[in-house]
């Protein structure tokens, strides 16, 4: 991004030096090469700037997101479920409404919030699954820190 300014800044120079060359010609052939190259100079340094204002968008744009995500993560702590398998749980004093829930630990990490869908298979365990990156976290419902109960588990909530 420096370096693009820079550039730009010694385009304007070069502009500038061409302009007042313009002021002592007296061949129109030279003086009208000049006027296209000082043209030339002109549309380049204005491409150039739109370039630049259209990065700054874009990183202004991702700072947000980051900013975004930053407070997003607050809310979460990370707690096993399982003898070694943990999950993002949504703190008991950030629900502000919300049920409680899971997020996926690799999306988590990509800086994304994607809620773990609690399922049970016919033998009666517990997997919650990301619907974005379709990780399965096996979860043991005697765990300490599992934060569901079996009554919600069967009707389907959280």
């Known amino acids: 991004m420096v370096s693009e300014v820079i550039v730009g800044l010694g385009a304007f120079k070069t502009m ?3 302009a007042k060359s313009l002021k002592n010609m007296n061949d129109t052939v030279t003086r009208n090469a000049a006027v296209a190259d000082l043209w030339e100079q002109i549309i ?3 491409a150039r700037y739109a370039a630049a204002i259209e990065q700054v968008g874009a990183l ?3 700072v947000a997101h ?3 995500w930053e407070a ?3 809310l979460y702590d ?3 479920i399982a003898t070694g398998v943990f999950t993002f749980l949504l703190k008991p004093s950030m629900q502000a409404g919300q049920p409680a829930h899971c997020i996926c630990t690799q999306c988590y990490e990509e800086r994304r919030k994607s809620i773990l869908q609690i399922t049970r298979n016919i033998y009666g365990a517990v997997t919650l699954t990301c619907s974005r990156c379709k990780s399965h976290i096996y979860a043991q419902e005697d765990h300490p820190n599992y934060p569901f109960k079996r009554e919600h ?3 389907g909530t959280i």
């Open 72 to 74: 997003e993560k607050q």
């Open 66 to 68: 980051f900013e975004t």
């Open 60 to 62: 202004e744009k991702e």
């Open 78 to 80: 990370l707690v096993e």
């Open 153 to 155: 588990a069967r009707k």
């Open 44 to 46: 380049s340094a204005q």
């Open 16 to 18: 500038l030096d061409i």
